[in-house]
Every structure is written in C-alpha cells, then in structure tokens.
C-alpha cells in the first residue's frame, strides 16, 4: 500500500477565511512534504518534515502555517491567503527524509481557489 | 547548484510505439538519486522508476527503463508498447544529500494517440 491520502480535493475560500489541507499516510512513513504547484508547472517544496519535526521550511509566507501532530497526520493551515496561492497542493511522504529512503509517495493533491 | 533540464516541453507517440524522453542533469555530487514521476489529468505524481547512481546496470520497471549516462549526465526515459494511459506529463527529478530536496525538471507533457 503506497496510498496518500489529502482532503478536500477541492477548496475555495476567500481571503478572509481560515482553512486547513489535511494529509494522512499509514505507510509508516518518517518523513512528509508539502508542496505547491501551479499549472503546467514542477511541484515547488515548501515544507519537510522529519520524525514529526519541521527541517526544511522553503522561506514560505506565513500565512501557510504547517503542523504535524503525530507521524501519520499533516496539515497545512491557511489564512489571509492572496489569489496568486490557488494551486494545487500537493503531499508527499517518504520511509526517512535521507537520501538512502527518500522515495516519495504522493497524495492527488488539493486545488485550491482564493477569491 | 543542482539542475534538472528536460528539454521537450511536449512530445506525441502512437499507440503501441516506442517514446524515449530525455533529461539532463548538473551535479558535484557522486551519490544520489534519479526519478521518472508521471501527472496524469487526475494530478496524483506517480512514481515510475528509480535509479541509484552508484548503480551501473539501468533500471526497469514492466514497460519502462531508463538509459542512465553517468559521465554524460544523462538520464533519459524509455517507454515501450505506448498505452493510451500513459497519456500525462513526466517528471524528471534529482535528490541528492548536499540539497536533501527533490528536484524537478520543467516536465515533458506525453500525449499518445490511438
């Protein structure tokens, strides 16, 4: 089973509103990622984490807030976003964040739409 | 700094034919990882081959191998027996330890007419 799982497949919110993408591995995976891609374009990183601690953080604003409250759940949480964050969000877990385990399983990604 | 090129923005294959799409990379370091990833219209990035550059013999997986030229930097996908469902674009990355990042190329989109 290489199944990650990200819900909503879709979202709209306005600029206001706060909302959560929710990524779920039971791969027993150590590592996941979030990354943003626009249309037509590679997937851009944005956040690792690694036995549940964040270690990479892509200079992102911080309007996107990540959290991983245990090994097999994370979230990315969104507030006050700006239209040019519509993308489709996409997680990714791996064994371990090392180059040896790194292989990347990935989730079918949330769209997101900011009006 | 590590780069990925695919230098095929869009390619077209006939059924049951045979596609190659390539990829070249830059790198400093003698030990990491080269990825083929496809992004069909139902936008999961599926993982299609892995390949160890320490590893000579290239790798295969059913219908898929790539042709890895360490020395060339190349590392260029070989799709066999072409399905409808191989329709999507393919992604070439790199990991390696100095980043600990995955990086893509710019993707080649694949269409395969029936």
């Known amino acids: 089973d290489t199944e990650v799982t990200q819900t909503p497949k879709h979202l709209v919110m306005g600029m206001t509103n706060k909302k959560s993408l929710k990524c779920e591995q039971h791969m027993g995976h150590r590592a996941m990622y979030w990354y943003k891609q626009k249309a037509k374009k590679p997937p851009e990183l944005m956040f690792v984490?690694?036995?549940?601690?964040?270690?990479i953080n892509e200079s992102v604003p911080s309007r996107f807030s990540p959290e991983c409250p245990n090994s097999s759940l994370l979230n990315l949480h969104l507030h006050a976003l700006q239209p040019e964050d519509s993308a489709l969000y996409l997680c990714a877990s791996s064994p371990e964040a090392g180059i040896a385990k790194n292989i990347q399983y990935f989730g079918a990604g949330t769209r997101l739409s900011v009006l | 700094a590590q780069t990925v090129t695919q230098s095929q923005p869009e390619m077209s294959v006939q059924e049951a034919e045979t596609v190659t799409l390539s990829c070249t990379y830059d790198t400093s370091e003698s030990n990491y990882y080269l990825f083929w990833y496809k992004q069909p219209p139902s936008r999961q990035m599926i993982l299609v081959i892995r390949?160890?550059?320490?590893?000579?013999q290239n790798a295969t997986e059913n219908r898929f191998s790539v042709n890895f030229q360490k020395a060339a930097k190349s590392f260029s996908l070989k799709i066999s027996d072409s399905q409808l469902g191989d329709t999507a674009m393919y992604f070439c990355?790199?990991?390696?330890?100095?980043?600990?990042?995955?990086?893509f190329g710019t993707g080649t989109l694949l269409a395969v007419q029936p």
């Open positions: 984490y690694s036995y549940e601690k964040l270690s």
């Open positions: 390949q160890e550059a320490y590893k000579q």
């Open positions: 990355a790199f990991y390696g330890g100095a980043t600990n990042k995955l990086i």
